[in-house]
Structures are given as structure tokens and as C-alpha cells.
């Protein structure tokens, strides 16, 4: 019992950190608008580097995030029980599979960025 809190409450810290994490991409994705607003602007081409650079490390620390939260969900799927309730079982089932698909839109977010040197695409920190 003692170890399920232990374990619960560092999981806790660990999402404490991860909402610093999220405020810092906030205040970036709102200087990487204002680069992305000064190169349709002004046509500045520096601004436009400087706007994938960051939407590229914007996008690559969520996918960092994210993976996090699928070895969480991998972690419970292995740790669930043979007399465990059905109710937990489709929860911890349904909760990894939901980490797998925001796994799966932050590799395609990234990966966009990447190539995307017109900025053709607006992509958005969601």
C-alpha cells in the first residue's frame, strides 16, 4: 500500500513538471506566431527560420511528453491483473490506446515541421 502512494505521488511530481513544460511551449507558440506573423507580413525570411526552428523543438519536446505518458500506459497495461475488474481493465485499456494515438499525432506534427519549409501547413500545439 505504502509503495502504491509512493509510486502515485511521483507520478504526481513528474506531471507537476510536465505542466511547467506546457507553459513554457505556451509562451513560445505565442513568439513563433509572432515570427510566423512577420514573415507573412514582411516577407522576412530569418523569421520564417527562425518560426520552423522552434515549432521543431516545440514539437519534438511534446513528442518526448508524449512518449512518457505511453510508457505510463504500457506500464499499467503490464501491471494489470488476472482479478482485476473489467471496468479497470477497458480504462487502463482504453487509456494506453489513447497514448498510443497522441504518440502517433506528435511524430506526424513533428515530422511536418520538418519538412514544411513553406509554412504551408498551420500546425498548432494542441
Do not use: C
Not at 504526481?12 to 511551449?25: H, K, M, T
Not at 473489467?86 to 506528435?106: N, R
Amino acid at each position: 500500500m505504502k509503495d502504491d502512494i509512493n509510486k502515485k505521488l511521483k507520478e504526481l511530481r513528474n506531471e507537476d513538471i510536465i505542466w511547467v513544460i506546457y507553459l513554457f511551449i505556451i509562451f513560445l507558440s505565442f513568439y513563433s506566431n509572432n515570427l510566423e506573423r512577420k514573415y507573412f507580413v514582411n516577407h522576412d525570411i530569418n523569421a520564417r527560420e527562425k518560426y520552423q526552428k522552434i515549432l521543431i523543438f516545440i514539437f519534438a519536446i511534446l513528442l518526448i511528453v508524449y512518449l512518457y505518458f505511453l510508457k505510463g500506459s504500457i506500464d499499467s497495461l503490464k501491471e494489470l491483473k488476472s482479478n482485476d475488474s473489467p471496468k479497470k481493465k477497458k480504462m487502463v485499456y482504453l487509456s494506453f490506446v489513447a497514448s498510443l494515438l497522441i504518440t502517433i499525432s506528435g511524430i506526424i506534427f513533428l515530422y511536418v515541421a520538418i519538412i514544411d519549409d513553406n509554412i504551408d501547413v498551420e500546425l498548432a500545439f494542441n
